[in-house]
């Protein structure tokens, strides 16, 4: 009786556990679109796997991509201008010439990315890793401040 009760308890967490995360993810319609135009500004893409993806010259402006997990993905000349990139996975990505004015890259990993051009006018930096692995500091507003 006390194995099927605790088994019946487990299974209910992780159903909840579950739901927790599909309410938090990913718009599927944004990342349909994203995928097929290339182009997706305002859209939700928060916690979405792009690892390795190649969105050269993508139109991302205002999309929320918090969370999102775009280790090695071809950024370069990308216009994500606002867009919302706090806590994202940016390690190794190419971000050459990309323009992430008035982005919010609070807590963001870009560690090792080129950033070769990239503008960061207005951009908020606060507690993001560096491309050379260094924390940037409280108030990093268009530059790492260390």
Not at 96 to 124: H, I
Request: charged share 15%; glycine share 12%.
């Amino acid at each position: 009786m006390k194995r099927n009760v605790a088994v019946m308890f487990g299974t209910i967490m992780l159903c909840v556990l579950l739901m927790g995360n599909v309410a938090q993810g990913f718009n599927q319609a944004d990342l349909n679109k994203l995928n097929s135009m290339k182009q997706c500004p305002g859209c939700d893409l928060s916690n979405a796997d792009l690892s390795g993806a190649v969105l050269n010259s993508v139109d991302l402006n205002a999309a929320n991509l918090s969370g999102a997990i775009l280790i090695g993905a071809n950024l370069s000349h990308a216009d994500m201008d606002g867009a919302n990139l706090s806590s994202a996975y940016l390690s190794g990505a190419n971000l050459k010439g990309t323009d992430l004015s008035g982005t919010n890259l609070s807590g963001a990993d870009l560690e090792g990315a080129n950033l070769t051009g990239t503008t960061f006018d207005g951009a908020k930096l606060d507690g993001a890793t560096w491309k050379d692995g260094q924390k940037c500091k409280a108030g990093s507003i268009q530059k790492c401040i260390q």
